[in-house]
């Protein structure tokens, strides 16, 4: 599936955008992680793309193609990250700081996640979907701030952007609950596959992705308490064909005939890349701007911004994003996984 929108918005981003950028994405051997990768070695000039995936097959086949498409001056490197793991990200997170050097980190995009999965633990003792798709990306950023406050004085600027999903609505606020280790069956809300019956499976992606968004809103009114010039954004990439769905169901945690209902709605995973690729290299972009597809529900169509500057054009669809006090919540038990975030 090629992209209807691709064309049109890189239109609107003018070469200058890519040139002299580095960027590290997480989650990026396939889907809408890969394609923001491939379209950022191309465009770029005298910039670097890190790819941050665990070790794979997949893996070193995304590599290449990325090599094979970037532009004779763009340098590609491969950091192994398995954030299922925080002795991973931190090692990965030290690898990348250590080739960033002086130059620093113009971008980094927050995508990987999983989706839908049963209820277990981490090598660590937390929920697969919540470390994967939130504590470990919180720990990531917390560690490349040196690197991302080294290119926030520069021509590229510096950014930190999360990947959510409109699956942030559709559940309760924030729990602490969820963020704790698992203690045991039905700890964390047990099984259960159904989306639409809001089995435990997608109350646990629900609290990942919602705190996706409540996790940016917290981290821009530091950085601006702060006066840090690092912007801090998040988008969602609507129904995108990737790998995720698949995987879901192929794990058993997601429904088929639920699929079925959503799959008239997607869009390609191009489509669904370009509410990322904004958020990373928009020149009007914002610290607290939400973009995501504009046309019904979100499930798809030409990336625009849902929020600017940590406000909401339609505050009364994102009461669970703007609740102040999730805010506070969120930080202290990232904090108490993670440690310390220090701007």
């Not at 435990?200 to 601006?224: C, E, P």
């Not at 969602?236 to 079925?260: D, H, V």
């Given at each position: 599936m090629k992209g209807k929108y691709t064309k049109a918005t890189l239109a609107k981003l003018d070469a200058s955008r890519f040139s002299g950028i580095s960027i590290a994405i997480t989650g990026c051997s396939s889907g809408t992680g890969l394609e923001v990768a491939l379209i950022a070695a191309e465009k770029g000039k005298h910039a670097t793309v890190y790819m941050l995936n665990r070790k794979s097959e997949r893996a070193t086949a995304a590599e290449a193609t990325v090599r094979a498409r970037a532009s004779p001056t763009t340098q590609v490197h491969s950091i192994e990250c398995d954030l299922a793991s925080f002795a991973s990200v931190r090692s990965a997170a030290q690898e990348l700081v250590t080739k960033a050097g002086a130059h620093g980190l113009s971008v980094l995009l927050l995508n990987a996640g999983v989706m839908a999965m049963a209820e277990g633990s981490t090598v660590d003792g937390y929920d697969m979907q919540l470390q994967t798709n939130h504590l470990s990306h919180f720990l990531l950023a917390q560690l490349c701030m040196p690197a991302l406050n080294k290119a926030a004085g520069s021509a590229t600027g510096a950014r930190i952007v999360s990947v959510s999903s409109n699956m942030r609505n559709f559940g309760p606020l924030l729990e602490a609950k969820y963020f704790k280790k698992f203690a045991g069956p039905g700890?964390?809300?047990?099984?259960?596959?159904?989306?639409?019956?809001?089995?435990?499976?997608?109350?646990?992606?629900?609290?990942?992705?919602?705190?996706?968004?409540?996790?940016?809103?917290?981290?821009?009114?530091?950085?601006?308490?702060?006066?840090?010039?690092?912007?801090?954004?998040?988008?969602?990439?609507?129904?995108?064909?990737?790998?995720?769905?698949?995987?879901?169901?192929?794990?058993?945690?997601?429904?088929?005939?639920?699929?079925?209902?959503?799959?008239?709605?997607?869009?390609?995973?191009?489509?669904?890349a370009l509410p990322a690729l904004l958020c990373c290299f928009a020149p009007d972009a914002q610290s607290g701007d939400y973009y995501a597809p504009g046309s019904f529900q979100n499930f798809y169509g030409p990336p625009v911004p849902l929020a600017r500057a940590g406000v909401f054009f339609n505050p009364k669809a994102e009461l669970l994003s703007m609740h102040a006090p999730s805010r506070a919540l969120l930080w202290e038990v990232s904090e108490r996984a993670c440690g310390e975030f220090r701007l």
């Open positions: 700890s964390l809300g047990g099984n259960g596959n159904s989306m639409f019956r809001s089995g435990g499976n997608w109350v646990r992606y629900h609290h990942s992705k919602l705190a996706n968004i409540v996790f940016t809103m917290a981290l821009n009114d530091r950085l601006q308490a702060a006066g840090s010039a690092v912007k801090a954004l998040a988008c969602e990439p609507g129904l995108a064909t990737t790998n995720l769905q698949g995987n879901a169901i192929a794990g058993g945690g997601m429904l088929k005939s639920e699929w079925w209902i959503l799959n008239f709605f997607f869009q390609s995973a191009q489509d669904g």
